[in-house]
């Protein structure tokens, strides 16, 4: 069975910067478009980032210039550096397989004064 992990969440104050992973196991990650999610409390998930089996990445409008996604094939993990950090990107942040039902267990991030 596909196992996916995520670990580097915490609280942070506005304007500081968060480093998410997101291991994978079971599964040859390299060949999957690999999404990261968020969930505000009391709000629905949102997509944050995906980046392609070839490297691409995109970004939703409220992250673009703040969030960089990218990937270690090699080491099956994916990395979202979440820099410039807002209290609206408080929630919790999953990674994803597109196109399956692979979704890791999320990490919190809280971002408070």
């Known amino acids: 069975q596909v196992q996916l992990v995520e670990s580097g969440g915490g609280a942070v104050q506005p304007g500081g910067s968060l480093r998410l992973s997101c291991s994978a196991s079971?599964?040859?990650?390299?060949?999957?478009?690999v999404a990261w999610y968020f969930q505000p409390p009391g709000k629905q998930r949102e997509w944050v980032a995906t980046?392609?089996?070839?490297?691409?990445?995109t970004y939703a409008q409220a992250v673009q210039g703040r969030f960089i996604v990218s990937r270690d094939n090699r080491n099956n993990s994916v990395t979202l550096q979440m820099n410039s950090l807002k209290p609206s990107d408080t929630g919790v942040y999953y990674c994803?397989?597109?196109?399956?039902?692979?979704w890791g267990q999320g990490t919190r991030v809280t971002v408070a004064s």
């Open positions: 079971r599964v040859d990650f390299s060949a999957y478009d």
């Open positions: 980046i392609t089996s070839l490297h691409t990445p």
């Open positions: 994803h397989i597109l196109h399956t039902q692979n």
